[in-house]
Nanobody, 116 residues
Framework: QVQLVESGGGLVQPGGSLRLSCAAS????????MAWFRQAPGKQRDLVAI???????NYDNSVKGRFTISRDNAKNTVYLQMNRLKPEDTAVYYC??????????WGQGTQVTVSS
């Protein structure tokens, strides 16, 4: 079955860095687009970054120049490197993939808190 397992969240001071990982299994990882979403308390879940099977990427304007999404197809893992973190980046971060007719799959989420 499809599984997405995030890790790497935590508490970090403003200006700090974190790297999130999402280990995928149960589907052909290299052929699929992977994405990171985030959801702050009381807000909707928003797309942060996306990486296509060919390696192309796209970012929300709020994280451009600070976050980098990447993938390692040999390890079936997608990463989100987050630099120059701000308090407004505080949220639960989710890994996601959309397998067409099978639908969308989500990880369990990992909490990122940016606070001094």
């Amino acid at each position: 079955q499809v599984q997405l397992v995030e890790s790497g969240g935590g508490l970090v001071q403003p200006g700090g860095s974190l790297r999130l990982s999402c280990a995928a299994s149960g589907f052909i990882f290299s052929s699929n687009t992977m994405a990171w979403f985030r959801q702050a308390p009381g807000k909707q879940r928003d797309l942060v970054a996306i990486i296509f099977s060919g390696g192309g990427t796209n970012y929300d304007n709020s994280v451009k120049g600070r976050f980098t999404i990447s993938r390692d197809n040999a390890k079936n893992t997608v990463y989100l490197q987050m630099n120059r973190l701000k308090p407004e980046d505080t949220a639960v971060y989710y890994c996601q993939t959309n397998l067409g007719l099978q639908g969308a799959y989500w990880g369990q989420g990992t909490q990122v808190t940016v606070s001094s």
